[in-house]
């Protein structure tokens, strides 16, 4: 066999009361044993430490080194996580501080240097871990190797303070650390190192987003997925890490907020089950408090330098192709909060403006919120009657327009391989928005469709259709950069040549659309934003 490791049959582990197939592959580290499929299609190597969590009062640092080992590395360890909050649907998580782990699958097949997809997993750098989301029918193609593996999430992840112990973004840096490794071990499972696409959905996306424009990144990848994820979203980024920090601080009361010494220690000594005690999502102003942030300068390596609207308005950083998009009504998931939010908006309209935007005095914040009210509520105020005001507002303020402005800021620092799309494909068993009979597609529904989704065969055959052509196309962009060939029965996709046009349409029948993405919508924010932009800034000490 042409691969790169030892096949035996390892009795030691049944499924089902019969032996399972093994892998030994080695690695810088040393040997991991990983085993086949139950359809037989790839080995799997679950549970790897690609790197160290530091601990203590050091926790908030970038990642150590990795464990080293002699004997094969029984690489079986599922649903490691870092820690988080409880949530619903995660009690099979093991969530241990211990947690910076990769899971590899490699399909059975001879073919060399296979491409490479590492999958960053969503959950608002709140929630989430490596295998979230599983690729098992992508793994019927055979063509490439996935990637799937945890960073740290939360205040752990999160926090910045622009100390030397507290510098900001260890979540980020866990994941240029995973990358590393990908390129320093990948070859031994037969990937590519020279052939890595990065992707994810919602805070995957921002991921992603963030290290396809980062200085310290170069060569570590050279394709680019994201997917609901903008880096210039409202929540991609702390607009003022600071006092971010002090308003958690006080939450958990700690008053001693002013002293940032004292900011410090309480942080690096609080319990992680007390720092994770919070709820930083689902505010009305759009932000997420623990994101990441535009880093002090401390003398250490920084992932994010500046902000990123300012990165790509430069120009200053590698231009890679890139299948960049979102769903069409993304504010859907924000339908959970509307009998409370609708009176509420009423109320104050001005809480539901996004948090990174800036306003000189209050006669300028009411102009604003009369023309964003009328444009999305007309002369009635919020309620049942103009629902879908209420979707289409939060698809735009969290998601839509900041996909439109990032494409087309990538275009203008002269990338010529952006490859955008708006999917909106509704399987017909899905819920209507309340008080009306429209459906649309949520938020990273294109995502749900690429990935695995529980017993496939009970679903309708237009998901299924569905599902086949994203990841035909998604599968086609990891290989070639490019999501649709040109001996295809798709429409041809070309990359966006002005503006945010051409676009995809994604359904059952994609269609090319020639127009700009979002349009009327985007030219509103983007009027604002010309305006009242507050731009995210380093911790100010």
């Known amino acids: 066999m042409s691969l790169q490791g030892l096949v ?9 009361g019969r032996c399972q197939e ?37 926790r908030f640092k970038a990642p150590l080194p990795p464990p080293t080992w002699d004997e094969p590395l029984e690489a079986v360890n599922l649903n490691i996580a870092c820690p988080q909050n409880d949530r619903d649907g995660q009690n099979q998580i093991r969530k241990q501080e211990e947690c910076l782990i990769a899971n590899i699958y490699v399909p059975e097949t001879d073919v060399p240097n296979l491409p490479v997809y590492v999958y960053f997993y969503g959950g608002g750098f709140q929630y989430g871990y490596g295998e979230l989301k599983t690729p098992v029918n992508l793994m019927k193609s055979r063509e490439i190797i996935f990637v799937t593996f945890n960073y740290r999430l939360g205040a752990l992840g999160m926090l910045c303070l622009g100390t030397e112990d507290v510098p900001g973004n260890a979540g980020l840096k866990d994941q240029v ?10 070859a031994a499972f037969g990937g590519n190192p020279r052939d890595v696409t990065i992707g994810g959905c919602s805070a995957g996306g921002v991921s992603v987003d963030i290290l396809s424009i980062s200085k310290i990144t170069k060569g570590l990848f050279n394709k680019v997925i994201t997917q609901s994820g903008p880096n210039t979203a409202s929540f991609s980024v702390q607009v003022d890490p600071i006092s971010n920090a002090k308003m958690i601080a006080r939450e958990l009361n700690f008053e001693n907020v002013d002293d940032l010494e004292a900011l410090e220690h309480f942080y690096k000594t609080t319990p992680l089950s007390v720092l994770s005690s919070i709820n930083v999502m689902n505010r009305t102003d759009s932000s997420v ?19 990123p609207v300012k990165i790509l308005e430069k120009g200053d950083f590698v231009k ?8 069409n009504m993304e504010g859907i ?21 996004p948090d990174n935007l800036f306003f000189e005095n209050e006669r300028d914040k009411e102009k604003v919120i009369r023309k964003v009210k009328h444009f999305y509520f007309g002369n009635d105020p919020v309620s049942e009657s103009n629902i879908m005001g209420y979707v289409t507002y939060f698809s735009d303020v969290m998601f839509l327009h900041a996909t439109t402005w990032t494409a087309r800021l990538q275009h203008e620092a ?6 955008l799309y708006e999917y909106s494909f509704v399987d017909k068993d899905e819920d209507y928005i309340p008080y009306t009979k429209i459906r649309g597609a949520t938020h990273c529904a294109q995502n749900i469709a690429v990935m695995d989704l529980g017993d496939e ?3 309708s055959e237009e998901y299924k259709q569905m599902k086949s052509i994203l990841r035909k196309m998604w599968l086609n962009f990891i290989k070639t950069g490019k999501p649709v060939p040109e001996n295809s029965s798709y429409p041809q996709w070309p990359p966006v040549s002005s503006g945010a046009s051409p676009y995809m349409s994604l359904n059952t029948t994609p269609r090319l659309i020639n127009k700009d993405l979002l349009k009327d919508r985007f030219k509103l924010w983007d009027d604002i934003y010309k305006k009242h932009f507050r731009h995210p800034i380093p911790p100010t000490l």
């Open 8 to 16: 035996v049959c390892a009795c030691a582990l049944f499924v089902l």
């Open 22 to 58: 093994s892998r030994i592959v080695n690695i810088h580290q040393g040997p991991v044993r990983g085993y086949k499929s139950q359809d037989g299609n790839y080995f799997g190597f679950f549970g790897i430490p690609f790197a160290t969590a530091p601990k203590g009062v050091h």
């Open 177 to 186: 650390a995973l990358l590393r490794w990908v390129q320093k071990n990948i």
């Open 289 to 307: 408090i623990f994101a990441p942030c535009v880093e002090r300068d401390v003398g250490q390596e920084m992932v994010l330098h500046d902000y």
């Open 320 to 327: 890679l192709p890139m299948l960049y998009g979102s769903s």
């Open 333 to 353: 998931y924000r339908l959970r909060y509307f009998d409370q939010w609708k009176d509420l908006m009423n109320q104050n309209f001005s809480q539901f403006l």
């Open 414 to 419: 002269g990338n010529k391989e952006v490859y």
């Open 457 to 459: 065969n009970d679903l």
